[in-house]
């Protein structure tokens, strides 16, 4: 069998398929040394013994690599003499070091004039525990007892009584030989099975360790993960900017385990950062640290905001820097570690924001990303908003150049409506005038006549003079058309006045508050106003509900959705009756009260509106009229203020060809609290009119 052969080394590599003890585990051992042939030392003074020995046992046919192929050579021996005992240690050792150990070794008891047996035998075991050892003594020498006293009970001794008898000697020799031998596999066996242990122990704790740091990285991720998807929904919701930094201050605080957290602002003259806003784990821990910054402001390089600032990209401090301004507040609350990143509108600076820490805590480059994202999702939003402010502060100009152009339309339709009635007052006055001179200049002449008659003097021809003074004045005439000229005049007066009047009411002030207001008189008042607007194409009639109380609303915004939708309804009738000055629209204006709610309806004689442009009517800036004539804003408005601002409702009744009615329906008791505002693209300009000339 291969391997197994006699060699320099004795100690053969069993192959798997070799293996001399079935069953057991090749992978264990095909490592373990079996020594073959068996390797003996012979320790005895008496050289016939060593000659015994070798005759007594199969000794190895051949030797220092050379195999006898015998199978007999595997169950030989290998006998070395040694014939003192420190002899015998000496050799012992030198076969250990060379690596092919004594497996058995014969002592003799009695060896003089060097070491005895026993001591012989204690100084193997010393250094070669496993050794095996067979003790030659004659009966004169140590009894069972001594040799028990000196080394206990112990296995790996036998005695072999002398004179030897072969049978024995071979019998002890093989089994002892062969109980080194399988005592080594099953040492090989354990020490392979410790390493294999040891091995997989390594490997396991390596996994263990390289697990939980994956799992710390998860859960470092997972916290980055949560912090930026909070942070990102604060800033796609929180309305202002500073509630957002407030927010945001929080949330990456409480979740990446920051104790304290501020944002510094940078100011224009002088150009420095200033304390802005703060969040901390514990208020009253942190007072004192709080009120130095409030009393702080840092320029470019000064302390962590102004080194973030100077260096124009994050700065983090696993030790807050002793020659910062605030390092003493700093140490006074315990802060060691903190960091501070830049907030960047394009390419200026925004402000800083700094967080600081009680841990002392390694640079993160993962929640330096954080920061980044945040950083830059913030800078996003503060030009978003800043975007809006621009935008609301032109529509709030565009608005207000919207309101002067409609004050200009509807003075210039009022100027009109005053004109006709001051016209003809003019006229009937100028009449008056005219007509009291001539009958000033008959009463002269009738009371000169008079006079004469008095006194006896009324000559013929006086009287004929003074009636042809009367025939010149018509004076039926002017008995008959005087007092139409006063009622004409008095009726002109009367209707300047109720314009003004309405003007008056129409343009209430807005106070913001709701009070009473009668809806009959406010949808007269708005179609006086808007007169201009549909008496070329359209008569107005009403049908008011005489008893309908009046209700609170918002007079300023109410007459003008009133004015809108009658705007609505008179340009509906006029893309209808086009240029034909005799056809005419009508357009009616009723009220109802409705149980708990009161209801408008403006109906128009209109073409109707199209089925497919129905849903969008009230979407801001929604309009089918050409520009200069409808910015689409008018039912936005509309909606806004009834459905918003008064909790009504706002709805259309609409046939093609036929006509619409728009119906408001307005709670006699809103409910309580303040009026809502109407939403901001509502809110753009509702007190603009959508007062348009046709
Ligand atoms: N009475 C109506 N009859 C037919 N269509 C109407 C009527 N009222 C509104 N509409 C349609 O709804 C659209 C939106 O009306 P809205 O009052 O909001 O804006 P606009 O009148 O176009 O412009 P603005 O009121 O801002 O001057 C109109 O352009 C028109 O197409
Ligand atoms: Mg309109």
Same mark, same amino acid.
């Given at each position: 069998?291969?391997?197994?052969?006699?060699?320099p080394?004795?100690?053969?590599?069993?192959?798997?398929?070799?293996?001399?003890?079935?069953g057991?585990d090749?992978?264990?051992?095909?490592?373990?040394?079996?020594a073959?042939?068996?390797?003996?030392?012979?320790?005895?003074?008496?050289?016939l013994?060593?000659?015994?020995f070798?005759s007594m046992l199969p000794?190895?046919?051949?030797r220092?690599?050379?195999?006898?192929?015998?199978?007999?050579?595997?169950?030989a021996?290998?006998?070395?003499?040694?014939?003192?005992g420190?002899?015998?240690?000496?050799?012992a050792r030198s076969?250990?070091?060379?690596?092919?150990?004594?497996s058995l070794?014969?002592?003799?008891?009695?060896?003089?004039?060097g070491l005895?047996?026993m001591?012989?035998?204690?100084?193997?075991?010393?250094q070669?525990?496993?050794?095996?050892?067979?003790?030659?003594?004659?009966n004169a020498?140590?009894s069972?007892?001594?040799i028990n006293?000196?080394?206990?009970?112990?296995d790996?001794?036998?005695?072999?009584?002398?004179?030897?008898?072969?049978?024995?000697v071979?019998?002890i020799?093989?089994?002892?030989?062969?109980?080194w031998?399988?005592?080594h596999?099953?040492?090989g066996?354990?020490?392979r099975?410790?390493?294999?242990?040891?091995e997989?122990?390594?490997?396991?704790?390596?996994?263990?360790?390289a697990?939980?740091?994956?799992?710390f990285?998860?859960?470092?991720?997972?916290?980055r993960?949560?912090?930026?998807?909070?942070?990102?929904r604060?800033?796609?919701?929180?309305?202002?900017?500073p509630?957002?930094?407030?927010?945001?201050?929080?949330?990456?605080?409480e979740?990446?385990?920051?104790?304290?957290a501020?944002?510094?602002?940078?100011?224009?003259?002088?150009?420095?950062?200033?304390?802005?806003?703060?969040?901390?784990?514990?208020?009253?821990?942190?007072?004192?640290?709080?009120?130095?910054?409030r009393?702080?402001?840092f320029?470019?390089?000064?302390?962590?905001?102004?080194?973030?600032w100077?260096e124009?990209?994050?700065?983090?401090l696993q030790e807050?820097?002793?020659?910062?301004?605030?390092a003493?507040?700093?140490?006074?609350?315990g802060?060691h570690?903190?960091?501070?990143f830049?907030i960047?509108l394009g390419?200026?600076?925004?402000?800083?924001?700094?967080?600081?820490?009680r841990e002392?805590?390694?640079?993160?480059?993962?929640q330096?990303?954080?920061?980044?994202?945040?950083?830059?999702?913030?800078?996003?939003?503060?030009?978003?908003?800043?975007?809006?402010e621009?935008?609301?502060?032109?529509e709030i100009?565009l608005?207000?150049?919207?309101?002067?152009?409609?004050?200009?339309?509807?003075?210039?339709?009022?100027?009109h409506?005053?004109?006709t009635?001051?016209?003809?007052?003019?006229?009937?006055?100028?009449f008056?005038?005219?007509?009291?001179?001539?009958?000033?200049s008959?009463h002269h002449?009738?009371y000169?006549?008079?006079?004469?008659?008095?006194?006896?003097?009324?000559?013929p021809?006086?009287i004929a003079?003074?009636?042809?003074?009367?025939?010149?004045?018509?004076?039926?005439f002017? @008995?008959?058309?005087?007092p139409k *000229?006063?009622?004409? =005049? $008095?009726?002109g007066?009367?209707r300047?006045a !109720?314009i &003004?009047?309405?003007?008056?009411?129409?343009?209430h002030?807005?106070?913001?508050?709701?009070? @009473?207001?009668?809806l009959n008189? *406010?949808?007269d008042? =708005? $179609?006086?106003v808007?007169?201009?607007?549909? !008496?070329? &194409?359209?008569?107005?009639e009403?049908?008011?509900?005489p008893?309908?109380?009046s209700?609170?609303?918002l007079?300023?915004?109410?007459?003008?959705?009133?004015?809108?939708?009658?705007v609505?309804?008179a340009?509906?009738?006029?893309d209808?009756?086009a240029?034909?000055?005799?056809?005419?629209g009508v357009?009616?204006?009723?009220?109802?009260?409705?149980?708990?709610?009161?209801?408008?309806?403006?109906?128009?004689?209109?073409?109707g509106?199209?089925?497919?442009?129905r849903?969008?009517?009230y979407?801001?800036?929604?309009t089918?009229?050409?520009?200069?004539k409808?910015?689409g804003?008018?039912?936005?408005?509309?909606h806004?203020?009834?459905?918003?601002?008064?909790?009504?409702?706002l709805?259309?009744e609409?046939?093609?060809?036929?006509?619409?009615?728009f119906?408001?329906?307005?709670?006699?008791?809103?409910?309580s609290?303040?009026?809502?505002?109407?939403?901001?693209?509502?809110?753009?300009s509702y007190?603009?009119?959508t007062?348009r000339r046709?």
């Open positions: 069998m291969r391997g197994r052969g006699f060699g080394s004795v100690y053969a590599q069993a192959s798997q398929n070799q293996h001399p003890h079935p057991v090749c992978r264990l051992s095909c490592q373990m040394t079996v073959y042939p068996y390797r003996a030392l012979v320790i005895d003074d008496d050289p013994v060593h000659e015994l070798n000794v190895a046919a051949a220092n690599g050379a195999s006898s192929g015998l199978a007999a050579d595997h169950f021996f290998q006998i070395d003499s040694a014939f003192q420190e002899d015998g240690v000496n050799r076969a250990s070091s060379e690596g092919r150990p004594y070794a014969f002592v003799d008891l009695r060896m003089p004039p005895d047996g001591e012989t035998i204690s100084r193997l075991w010393n070669f525990f496993d050794l095996q050892i067979v003790i030659c003594t004659g020498d140590y069972w007892e001594e006293r000196r080394f206990g009970h112990s790996r001794l036998q005695i072999l009584r002398k004179p030897f008898d072969v049978a024995q071979r019998q020799a093989y089994s002892l030989a062969e109980k031998n399988l005592s596999q099953a040492q066996h354990l020490e099975l410790q390493r294999l242990v040891s997989r122990t390594a490997k396991l704790q390596k996994a263990n360790l697990l939980q740091r994956k799992i990285q998860n859960q470092q991720t997972e916290r993960l949560v912090t930026q998807m909070h942070a990102g604060v800033l796609a919701e929180v309305p202002a900017v509630e957002a930094i407030k927010s945001i201050l929080q949330i990456v605080s979740n990446l385990g920051w104790d304290w501020a944002f510094w602002r940078l100011e224009e003259e002088p150009r420095q950062l200033r304390f802005h806003s703060h969040w901390t784990r514990n208020d009253t821990q942190s007072a004192e640290f709080l009120e130095v910054c009393q702080s402001n320029e470019s390089g000064a302390d962590l905001p102004g080194r973030v100077a124009a990209s994050p700065v983090w807050f820097d002793p020659s910062f301004p605030r003493a507040g700093a140490s006074r609350q802060f570690s903190a960091v501070g830049p960047y390419s200026e600076l925004f402000g800083v924001m700094e967080f600081a820490s002392i805590l390694e640079r993160d480059p993962d330096l990303q954080t920061f980044a994202f945040i950083a830059g999702a913030l800078g996003q939003l503060i030009e978003r908003k800043r975007a809006e621009e935008r609301k502060l032109m100009q608005r207000q150049a919207q309101k002067l152009e409609s004050i200009g339309q509807l003075a210039a339709g009022i100027a409506e005053i004109n009635p001051t016209q003809y007052i003019g006229d009937n006055i100028r008056l005038q005219a007509s009291f001179a001539e009958l000033e008959a002449a009738l000169d006549l008079m006079v004469a008659n008095k006194s006896g003097h009324a000559s021809s006086l003079g003074t009636e042809a003074s009367l025939a010149r004045t018509d004076l039926g002017l @008995l008959e058309e005087i *000229a006063v009622a004409q =005049t $008095l009726e007066v009367d300047v !109720k &003004v009047r309405a003007m008056k009411d129409f343009s002030p807005g106070t913001g508050e709701k009070v @009473l207001v009668n008189h *406010a949808l008042t =708005t $179609l006086t808007a007169r201009n607007e549909w !008496k070329y &194409v359209a008569k107005v009403t049908d008011f509900d008893a309908l109380p209700l609170p609303c007079p300023g915004e109410l007459n003008q959705v009133l004015l809108n939708l009658i609505n309804a340009h509906a009738i006029a209808v009756v240029d034909d000055a005799e056809r005419k357009i009616t204006a009723s009220t109802r009260s409705l149980g708990e709610w009161a209801e408008i309806r403006i109906k128009d004689t209109g073409r509106i199209p089925e497919q442009i849903h969008k009517i979407d801001p800036f929604f089918t009229k050409p520009v200069g409808g910015t804003q008018g039912l936005a408005i509309a806004a203020v009834i459905v918003d601002q008064h909790g009504g409702t709805s259309f609409t046939e093609m060809g036929v006509g619409t009615t119906i408001i329906r307005l709670p006699f008791k809103p409910a609290g303040k009026p809502a505002k109407p939403k901001a693209a509502r809110l753009l007190e603009t009119s007062f046709r």
